[in-house]
């Protein structure tokens, strides 16, 4: 949750009412896991989430700011692959 609320859950993007998937705390972990696109556990790299964290899919995220933290992409996609856990 840290990494989406520091690069995603901000003033007019995953937020509630803003764009999807909803990224803010409380409600991150279901708005990715409800939609198998967003999050595939048997194929972690054809997740939305990762694809669009390393520019695969336009536009890259976060939109417009260099992630925080650098290796972004890698923590998620290390997230997915130990089996996207609410933890």
């Not at 989430?49 to 520019?55: I, P």
């Amino acid at each position: 949750q840290p990494i989406f609320t520091t690069n995603c859950a901000l003033g007019g993007c995953h937020i509630s009412g803003g764009q999807n998937p909803d990224l803010t705390a409380g409600k991150a972990y279901a708005s990715l896991i409800n939609d198998p696109d967003f999050v595939n556990t048997k194929s972690p790299v054809s997740s939305t989430l990762y694809k669009r964290l390393t520019g695969a899919l336009s536009p890259q995220m976060p939109l417009g700011k260099t992630p925080n933290p650098s290796n972004i992409e890698g923590l998620v996609l290390a997230w997915i692959q130990q089996g996207a856990k609410k933890n």
